[in-house]
């Protein structure tokens, strides 16, 4: 009953930013955490970044802390993530989850956008 959908994917130049946003529809949630997730061709999903409910907790992969940036906007059930300074190794399928009782599961996944940055 909880849906997911991921925007703003798309081909960029390496060097160049885009932001990605995630819309929570369906069954009310309260207090959930979300995360960014991404999967390279070849490679297995691998954790981006997570914000708490109140946005006041961050946390990121080394891969891209310092260039890219997790925030909410709880009033319209949406998460972002800014992300700048791309390299051609961001190239991947972006996932945004939602971790309902914010231990570190996340049980509603959206179905991805694409990120291709070019060199």
């Known amino acids: 009953q909880v849906q997911l959908v991921e925007s703003g994917g798309g081909l960029v130049q390496a060097g160049g930013s885009l932001r990605l946003s995630c819309v929570v529809s369906?069954?009310?949630?309260?207090?959930?955490?979300m995360g960014w997730f991404r999967q390279a061709p070849g490679k297995e999903r691998e954790f981006v970044a997570t914000?708490?409910?109140?946005?006041?907790?961050?946390y990121y992969a080394d891969s891209v802390k310092g260039r890219f940036t997790i925030s909410r906007d709880n009033a319209k059930n949406r998460v972002y993530l800014q992300m700048n300074s791309l390299k051609p190794e961001d190239t991947a399928v972006y996932y945004c989850?939602?971790?309902?009782?914010?231990?570190?599961?996340?049980?509603?996944w959206g179905q991805g956008t694409q990120v291709t940055v070019s060199s």
């Open positions: 989850a939602a971790d309902e009782d914010q231990m570190g599961g996340y049980d509603y």
């Open positions: 369906g069954r009310t949630l309260s207090r959930y955490a």
């Open positions: 914000i708490s409910w109140s946005g006041g907790r961050t």
